[in-house]
């Protein structure tokens, strides 16, 4: 019997490869597990280490993101950390989550943030969050990291990325 949860994780993988792919990042890919020194999910982006989770439900929207950023954190050796969350029923990659830390790799000025970009607690639910992608484009959330909790930019695939190409 095959792992469903591990299907529906590949399967986001390769969806957001195609999409890269299509938007700029021709040279994306799916990284292979190195053993000890796994190095994210998506590679073939310079300096950018990503980490795909599926949400099969709502209400698991925010463990998977939390896993997510745990995930790119740990796997990111002196990348940039992105974490991306498939949303259950979203389709289109460009629309499902992203998130970065803003302190680790550049000042929230050069991701061109508005400046009405709410800032949401840590626990604050999905539903929070979405309101503030839908309205303001994104959110600023607190979050884990390697040195304490550290603000977290969430948004979507497609801002983030484009974020990341300017900034490079």
Same mark, same amino acid.
């Given at each position: 019997?095959? #792992?469903?949860?591990g299907a529906r994780g590949a399967k986001a993988e390769r969806d957001l490869?195609?999409? *890269? &792919?299509?938007?700029?990042?021709?040279?994306?890919?799916?990284?292979? @597990?190195?053993?000890?020194?796994?190095? @994210?999910?998506?590679?073939?982006?310079?300096? %950018?280490?990503?980490?795909?989770?599926?949400?099969?439900?709502?209400?698991?929207?925010?463990? &998977?993101?939390?896993?997510?950023?745990?995930?790119? *954190?740990?796997?990111?050796?002196?990348?940039?950390?992105?974490? %991306? %969350?498939?949303?259950? @029923?979203?389709?289109?990659?460009?629309?499902?989550?992203?998130?970065?830390? /803003?302190?680790?790799?550049?000042?929230?000025?050069? *991701?061109?943030?508005?400046?009405?970009?709410?800032?949401?607690?840590? /626990?604050?639910?999905?539903?929070?969050?979405?309101?503030?992608? #839908?309205?303001?484009?994104?959110?600023?959330?607190?979050?884990? @990291? /390697?040195?304490?909790?550290?603000?977290?930019?969430?948004?979507?695939?497609?801002? /983030?990325?484009?974020? *990341?190409?300017?900034?490079?």
């Open positions: 019997m095959s #792992n469903p949860n490869v195609v999409w *890269l &792919r299509g938007h700029g990042w021709p040279d994306a890919c799916r990284a292979r @597990g190195e053993g000890a020194v796994d190095r @994210g999910d998506i590679g073939g982006i310079p300096g %950018v280490c990503v980490q795909v989770k599926a949400a099969a439900k709502p209400e698991y929207v925010m463990a &998977r993101l939390r896993a997510a950023q745990q995930g790119a *954190l740990a796997q990111a050796w002196g990348r940039r950390e992105v974490a %991306v %969350v498939k949303l259950p @029923g979203v389709g289109d990659p460009a629309k499902w989550w992203a998130a970065t830390p /803003l302190p680790k790799w550049c000042p929230t000025s050069a *991701l061109s943030l508005p400046s009405t970009q709410p800032r949401v607690g840590y /626990l604050a639910p999905a539903v929070t969050i979405q309101h503030a992608i #839908n309205e303001r484009g994104g959110a600023l959330r607190d979050g884990p @990291g /390697l040195d304490g909790d550290w603000v977290w930019w969430i948004t979507t695939v497609d801002r /983030l990325f484009a974020a *990341l190409e300017e900034g490079s």
